[in-house]
């Protein structure tokens, strides 16, 4: 839609052209959740698109995805055949409510940024251990994983201004085998729970991402796959009632339930 | 900057945050549609260097030294995409706004790409087709029959507009550049229910380009309706334009005129109101408790929110149920809904140099819209041109004047053409939405299944205004209470005000929400005394040599023109049990299950209905129709030529025709409830007969033979020994001083019986609740299609719709009564991937009360398809859901107790 309170649009160089944020300002990426609701608040747009950061960089370490990345050149990567887990690109990018066609301009980082529950982009690299480089407007860069960039219900640990350059995905967690499962209210709608499950193939460590179900990304770690006991406990620990997602797409306690069914699921198909 | 749009290249600026859509709006592209404005429903899809696109969300200046091409941009050199003839051969369309952006998406699909429609379609939205037709479109299946002289009656002939709607070129309300054009936008309430201490309106009037300000102070202090019926009395004078109490959040409160949609936004943020918030109430029973709040002090003394009351009793319930051997009783609900039509609503209006003021609008009822707005502005209808050019869908959401009388107003006191556009999200908070009713069924049997007492008490929730109120519940105690014999019917329907947004017209109209509590009822009865579900309703139903009757000994004018609801339910059940070879899904979770419902509706609503049609022979021997009725994808300008053709033994494209236009088409009360087939088609039917008679009657006094021994064929009249073209003889007739012209004028009475009868076979996950639907089929008797290619898309669309209902559409309110989920990606509406390819039947009759055999069709078909689903989830799972939708997260719960 038109966002009628812009009136002006930045197209700086670079970021450090930027060098006073002021409210009232947002970075465009995409755009493709800034233009879908009005932006009262918002004056000036600052297009990043224009950095012309290289969108995918593999390396031995792993994947750097830059936040300009569009979802549709993540969907269409091709990865080092021992990157297992990159087989949760396509599974992740086929869980958006949006269509194919919003893929061509959204980007991986306008998705993680939006930091909604749903958040497919979110579910991939927090399942994938990855690690959000930010550059403060003002100060040296920091580091922070996705589990914890994500703070709840579209909030994150991003400071007024402060841009979400990429996401490091490392190798050592691409190489892993992984275990999807998904539910929507509708067929191919909008997440109601997201479980991704991954299992070291060297070090048996099995790691278990829960989100969509919940206010932000929830990560179990165990150095095994557990019994189900132990998973179910850990669960009930790590996940208290009021962190599961009340909306309309789905209820905290059919979420709760879902989370521990799927949950269940993937411990058994990655104990195969 | 530099653009190429559909291969023109020029320089513009946009605005800054403008977006590409409303950008090539602008330029004059309309054929770039808006559904949603939020990348949601793809009607405003493009391509941006060869790549689809929601225009809706790409800002514009980012498509600035790209390539892009809208769906006016698709022919080259004059032909047509090949996706684009599919979607003609197919018909794969209805209202046909949905369709430039389908096939914009659909021609960018590879092969491969369109293995998988589910995935690749899941971002167009279509409210009218079900998606069968656009299936078949991207199949490359033929559904179109030719156009031949004389056999237009009952062919799938082609939608005269189809050329215009694939192009893109159709123009919809919005679709036209108006000069010097003023732009609205409406300040809303946040509170349920308030009273307006004050409104300050300087600071909006300090910005530029604000114009004026509305509010209540400056309205005709008359009070209307904004429901549209031919008797102004069926509903409440309950509304001003704008009020100084909210009865429900969303209420519009203020209107800000400016030069611009973006200045009269600024404007309505800079409108200060003073709220003195009132008590609210949500639920209509405490709304009727003698403490509660009231919404409407209509100063006759009553003190109640209670604003119909309906009681009526046949034979004695009391007696019914001792003589039962079983009883039923429970209570049943159907949710708030919307409409979800993909055109909003939308007004232009201005002022012509003829000094009367013209309105062009979105409205299934343009009169009765010249009415109303005469009464409420003091003005004659003289003064006043109301019409549609092309309207993208209705439902009965636009059997109701919510834009055009603001649009006036602003006329009346500034001068200037003015515009105003519903959003997405004030279709959801501040037009209407199906009446939320709450069914209590008890019913009674002996042990054969005879039933012996019927029993309903329902509670609607008009919302905060009562139109459509008072009709929806006596439809809602009228059919589906006659649909089943039994010597002893009691009804009370209560429809009550509550602080929530209000309810309207709704295909089904009140009778599909009583249909479904009864029909889960009859379910459950079957059950209790181990009866087969078709038995019991083959022991009950009525029989054509009854007498139709529900509550009331009060004679009544309908009939049965024509009976096949026999035909129905053994289609029904001999296609269920063929089975279509869906399996369900692997695994021992899935729990498999089939049901079915029946519905019966009167065709037509039963207060006064009128249309009317004038008819002339043209010098070229073509034909012109005028007609009443609005076209907004329910198909009725098609039918109305096959009608004309029919009887004029010629092809429907020769009969010209223009349609809802209060300045050149007869009177029409409006087309709601079925009317486009049962009265204006009974209007079109009757003058091409009257022009049939001129015409013969005029070569028979042109030659001397007998009136008798002439027929007409395509382009001539002919007797045993001549043969005369109608070019010819209309220039003789007009030598003579004769005029080749009719108008005749229909009244709806008496009126037939349609039914419909679904049957559904589905599968539920018994550990997440997923329902996944494997078999749909569907039976109507909706007497002799006039165009079977329509009425099959009309049952398919209604299907869907019914389906959407049944499973995920709810308005969710918030504890202070506002809407929380008002945008489609939060009220989902089925996509293609939601709905099954149903089968679908017409049973073999023919209606003598009906226009050349027909009978309602767009309506009714939705009304047994959320029982049957309900139906089949008591079948698969044993336990009765009686609180539609059935989403996930209710049905799981029911299913794990105690696990």
């Known amino acids: 839609m038109d966002l009628n309170t812009i009136t002006e649009v930045v197209r700086p160089a670079d970021a450090e052209a930027v060098k006073k944020w002021q409210s009232g300002y947002a970075w465009l990426a995409g755009g493709t959740w800034l233009f879908s609701e009005p932006q009262i608040t918002t004056h000036t747009l600052v297009d990043i698109e224009s950095f012309n950061w290289p969108s995918l960089v593999t390396t031995p370490e792993g994947l750097e995805i830059?936040?300009?990345?569009?979802?549709?050149?993540?969907?269409?990567?091709?990865?080092?055949?021992?990157?297992?887990?990159?087989?949760?690109?396509?599974?992740?990018?086929?869980?958006?409510?949006?269509?194919?066609?919003?893929?061509?301009?959204?980007?991986?980082?306008?998705?993680?940024?939006?930091?909604?529950?749903?958040?497919?982009?979110?579910?991939?690299?927090?399942?994938?251990?990855?690690?959000?480089?930010?550059?403060?407007?003002?100060?040296?860069?920091?580091?922070?994983?996705?589990?914890?960039?994500?703070?709840?219900?579209?909030?994150?640990?991003?400071?007024?201004?402060?841009?979400?350059?990429?996401?490091?995905?490392?190798?050592?967690?691409?190489?892993?085998?992984?275990?999807?499962?998904?539910?929507?209210?509708?067929?191919?709608?909008?997440s109601e729970a997201l479980l991704i499950g991954t299992l070291c193939p060297e070090r048996g460590e099995f790691v278990l991402t829960v989100t969509a179900s919940t206010l932000r990304p929830v990560q179990l770690r165990f150095e095994n796959v557990p019994t189900a006991e132990t998973l179910r406990s850990v669960l009930d620990q790590a996940v208290p009632f009021e962190l599961y997602l009340d909306d309309v797409h789905g209820s905290p306690g059919h979420r709760q339930h879902l989370t521990y069914f799927f949950a269940e699921q993937i411990r058994e198909e990655l104990s195969a | 900057m530099h653009y190429k749009i559909n291969g023109k290249l020029f320089d513009a600026e946009p605005r800054p945050g403008q977006c590409l859509r409303t950008f090539v709006r602008d330029l004059?592209?309309?054929?770039?549609?808006?559904?949603?404005?939020?990348?949601?429903?793809?009607?405003?899809?493009?391509?941006?260097?060869?790549?689809?696109?929601?225009?809706?969300?790409?800002?514009?200046?980012?498509?600035?030294?790209?390539?892009?091409?809208?769906?006016?941009?698709?022919?080259?050199?004059?032909?047509?995409?090949?996706?684009?003839?599919?979607?003609?051969?197919?018909?794969?369309?209805?209202?046909?706004?949905?369709?430039?952006?389908?096939?914009?998406?659909?021609?960018?699909?590879?092969?491969?790409?369109?293995?998988?429609?589910?995935?690749?379609?899941?971002?167009?939205?279509?409210?009218?087709?079900?998606?069968?037709?656009?299936?078949?479109?991207?199949?490359?299946?033929?559904?179109?029959?030719?156009?031949?002289?004389?056999?237009?009656?009952?062919?799938?002939?082609?939608?005269?507009?189809?050329?215009?709607?694939?192009?893109?070129?159709?123009?919809?309300?919005?679709?036209?550049?108006?000069?010097?054009?003023?732009?609205?936008?409406?300040?809303?309430?946040?509170?349920?229910?308030?009273?307006?201490?004050?409104?300050?309106?300087?600071?909006?009037?300090?910005?530029?380009?604000?114009?004026?300000?509305?509010?209540w102070e400056d309205v005709p202090k008359r009070l209307f309706s904004s429901a549209t019926h031919e008797d102004h009395l069926v509903d409440p004078d309950d509304t001003h334009v704008l009020d100084n109490v909210v009865r429900f959040a969303g209420q519009r409160v203020a209107a800000v005129v400016a030069e611009s949609e973006a200045i009269a936004e600024a404007g309505c943020r800079a409108v200060q109101v003073d709220y003195e918030v009132l008590q609210a109430v949500f639920d209509p029973v405490a709304a009727m408790e003698p403490n509660a709040p009231i919404l409407h002090d209509k100063?006759?003394?009553?003190?109640?929110?209670?604003?119909?009351?309906?009681?009526?009793e046949v034979g004695s319930v009391k007696e019914g149920f001792t003589a039962a051997d079983a009883i039923h009783e429970m209570t049943y609900s159907t949710p708030r809904v919307q409409h979800v039509h993909l055109e909003t609503h939308g007004t232009i209006a201005w002022r012509g140099e003829d000094g009367r003021i013209h309105v062009r609008t979105s409205s299934q009822a343009p009169f009765i819209v010249q009415q109303k707005l005469a009464y409420v502005f003091g003005l004659t209808a003289g003064q006043l041109h109301v019409f549609t050019e092309r309207v993208g869908g209705g439902f009965g959401g636009k059997q109701e004047m919510v834009t055009e009388d603001l649009c006036v107003l602003a006329v009346l006191k500034i001068g200037r053409p003015v515009k105003w556009e519903f959003t997405r999200e004030e279709q959801f908070i501040g037009a209407t939405t199906r009446h939320q009713m709450t069914t209590h069924v008890k019913i009674g049997a002996k042990k054969d299944g005879t039933l012996t007492a019927i029993q309903v008490r329902v509670v609607s929730n008009t919302g905060g205004y009562g139109g459509h109120g008072g009709e929806t519940l006596a439809a809602a105690l009228g059919s589906p209470m006659s649909a089943y014999r039994c010597p002893n019917k009691k009804a009370d329907g209560f429809a009550v005000y509550t602080n929530v947004v209000p309810g309207g017209g709704f295909r089904g109209y009140g009778a599909s929400q009583s249909t479904y509590a009864i029909e889960c009822a009859i379910d459950e009865m079957g059950e209790l005394l181990g009866l087969d579900r078709f038995a019991i309703r083959r022991k009950n139903m009525i029989q054509p040599t009854d007498w139709i009757e529900s509550v009331w000994k009060d004679p009544s004018d309908v009939g049965f023109g024509s009976y096949g609801l026999d035909q129905c339910l053994d289609y029904v059940e001999k296609t269920l049990a063929k089975g279509n070879g869906?399996?369900?899904?692997?695994?021992?979770?899935?729990?498999?299950?089939?049901?079915?419902?029946?519905?019966?509706?009167?065709?037509?609503?039963?207060?006064?209905?009128?249309?009317?049609?004038?008819?002339?022979?043209?010098?070229?021997?073509?034909?012109?129709?005028?007609?009443?009725?609005?076209?907004?994808?329910?198909?009725s300008v098609t039918?109305?030529?096959?009608?004309?053709?029919?009887?004029?033994?010629?092809?429907?494209?020769?009969?010209?025709?223009?349609?809802?236009?209060?300045?050149?088409?007869?009177?029409?009360?409006?087309?709601?409830?079925?009317?486009?087939?049962?009265?204006?088609?009974?209007?079109?039917?009757?003058?091409?007969?009257?022009?049939?008679?001129?015409?013969?009657?005029?070569?028979?006094?042109?030659?001397?033979?007998?009136?008798?021994?002439?027929?007409?064929?395509?382009?001539?009249?002919?007797?045993?020994?001549?043969?005369?073209?109608?070019?010819?003889?209309?220039?003789?007739?007009?030598?003579?001083?004769?005029?080749?012209?009719?108008?005749?004028?229909?009244?709806?009475?008496?009126?037939?019986?349609?039914?419909?009868?679904?049957?559904?076979?589905?599968?539920?996950?018994?550990?997440?609740?997923?329902?996944?639907?494997?078999?749909?089929?569907?039976?109507?008797?909706?007497?002799?299609?006039?165009?079977?290619?329509?009425?099959?898309?009309?049952?398919?669309?209604?299907?869907?719709?019914?389906?959407?209902?049944?499973?995920?559409?709810?308005?969710?309110?918030?504890?202070?009564?506002?809407?929380?989920n008002p945008s489609l990606r939060n009220y989902r509406i089925p996509a293609f991937a939601d709905l099954p390819r149903s089968d679908v039947f017409f049973a073999d009759t023919y209606d003598t009360l009906g226009t050349l055999g027909a009978k309602s069709q767009g309506e009714c078909a939705i009304n047994p398809i959320v029982p049957a689903i309900a139906n089949a989830i008591k079948n698969a799972t044993g336990v009765r859901f009686p609180h539609p939708p059935f989403t996930a997260a209710r049905i799981y719960s029911q299913l794990n107790k105690g696990k």
């Open chain 2, 582 to 635: 869906v399996a369900k899904p692997d695994g021992e979770e899935w729990a498999e299950g089939t049901g079915i419902a029946m519905a019966m509706l009167d065709c037509g609503p039963p207060t006064e209905h009128r249309s009317g049609a004038v008819m002339v022979l043209k010098p070229d021997g073509r034909y012109h129709l005028a007609v009443g009725s609005t076209e907004m994808g329910n198909g």
């Open chain 1, 66 to 190: 830059a936040a300009t990345c569009k979802v549709i050149e993540l969907n269409r990567y091709t990865p080092p055949p021992e990157w297992e887990a990159a087989g949760l690109f396509p599974k992740c990018c086929r869980a958006f409510l949006a269509s194919f066609k919003i893929w061509n301009e959204a980007t991986v980082g306008g998705n993680i940024v939006m930091s909604l529950p749903a958040g497919p982009m979110i579910s991939l690299t927090a399942a994938l251990e990855g690690v959000c480089k930010l550059w403060p407007r003002n100060g040296a860069p920091r580091e922070v994983s996705v589990t914890d960039f994500v703070t709840g219900n579209h909030a994150n640990v991003l400071a007024p201004g402060e841009l979400l350059r990429l996401i490091f995905l490392p190798a050592s967690a691409l190489r892993k085998k992984y275990a999807f499962r998904r539910f929507t209210l509708t067929q191919l709608g909008r």
């Open chain 2, 299 to 312: 100063g006759n003394g009553t003190n109640s929110n209670i604003y119909a009351e309906i009681h009526g």
């Open chain 2, 639 to 820: 039918s109305h030529r096959q009608i004309a053709a029919a009887i004029l033994g010629t092809r429907a494209s020769n009969i010209d025709i223009i349609n809802a236009d209060t300045d050149q088409t007869p009177y029409d009360t409006g087309t709601f409830a079925s009317t486009g087939t049962v009265v204006a088609g009974k209007a079109v039917a009757l003058t091409a007969e009257a022009l049939k008679e001129n015409i013969l009657a005029y070569a028979a006094r042109y030659t001397g033979i007998d009136p008798a021994a002439w027929r007409i064929e395509d382009g001539f009249v002919v007797s045993d020994t001549k043969r005369i073209a109608l070019v010819d003889l209309h220039a003789a007739g007009i030598q003579d001083g004769h005029r080749f012209e009719a108008k005749r004028k229909a009244y709806l009475s008496p009126r037939t019986t349609a039914f419909n009868v679904q049957g559904i076979r589905l599968a539920v996950h018994r550990v997440t609740g997923e329902i996944q639907i494997l078999h749909s089929v569907h039976a109507a008797d909706i007497g002799k299609p006039i165009n079977p290619v329509q009425c099959r898309g009309q049952i398919d669309g209604a299907i869907g719709m019914g389906i959407g209902w049944a499973l995920t559409e709810n308005m969710v309110h918030d504890a202070q009564g506002r809407v929380v």
């Open chain 2, 28 to 215: 004059g592209w309309f054929g770039v549609k808006k559904g949603c404005d939020q990348g949601d429903c793809g009607a405003c899809t493009v391509w941006l260097d060869g790549k689809p696109v929601h225009s809706c969300l790409i800002p514009a200046f980012r498509a600035a030294n790209r390539e892009v091409t809208t769906i006016d941009g698709l022919c080259a050199k004059g032909h047509l995409h090949p996706i684009q003839q599919a979607f003609l051969d197919a018909q794969g369309f209805q209202c046909g706004y949905c369709t430039a952006g389908m096939i914009m998406t659909s021609a960018s699909l590879t092969e491969e790409e369109k293995q998988d429609l589910p995935f690749r379609l899941k971002g167009n939205l279509c409210r009218c087709t079900g998606y069968r037709a656009i299936d078949d479109a991207l199949h490359g299946r033929k559904n179109v029959e030719d156009d031949i002289a004389g056999k237009a009656h009952g062919a799938g002939i082609g939608n005269p507009f189809g050329p215009a709607i694939v192009t893109g070129k159709a123009r919809y309300t919005m679709d036209v550049a108006v000069d010097n054009v003023f732009y609205i936008k409406v300040v809303r309430s946040p509170h349920a229910h308030a009273r307006i201490r004050s409104i300050d309106t300087k600071a909006a009037l300090a910005i530029p380009g604000v114009i004026k300000v509305f509010t």
